[in-house]
């Protein structure tokens, strides 16, 4: 069974920068494609971005091209998320998730292991 635990969120200005950490265990023979969602509140989670199983291939929602970069380490079972130029509307609950099946890569349907969610919050 696939477990995620993501870190690195917190309280930053806007322009600032983070970076997102997703450790998982029980990938060791699995390499999944794996995406970073969030969700702020009353908002529905949306996907922020996505990595095939081997880093070659990856994907961005709109808002975020340009500013954020995916990237993992399969030797450390890690996920990253470097968030740059951060604005105030990127404040929300980021995840980090496996696929478990073939789709849209934005569909929440597709992941079937989730992390307990990390904050991000912008101010202005």
């Known amino acids: 069974q696939v477990h995620l635990v993501e870190s690195g969120g917190g309280l930053v200005q806007a322009g600032g920068s983070l970076r997102l950490s997703c450790t998982a265990s029980g990938l060791s023979l699995n390499r999944p494609g794996m995406a970073w969602f969030r969700q702020a509140p009353g908002k529905e989670r949306e996907g922020v971005s996505h990595?095939?199983?081997?880093?070659?291939?990856?994907r961005y929602t709109d808002s975020v091209k340009g500013r954020f970069a995916i990237s993992r380490d399969n030797a450390k079972n890690t996920l990253y998320l470097q968030m740059n130029s951060l604005k105030p509307e990127d404040t929300a609950m980021y995840y980090c998730a496996a696929q478990g099946i073939g789709g849209r890569w934005d569909d929440p349907g597709i992941y079937n292991s989730w992390g307990q969610g990390t904050q991000v919050t912008v101010s202005s």
């Open positions: 990595i095939s199983w081997n880093g070659d291939a990856t």
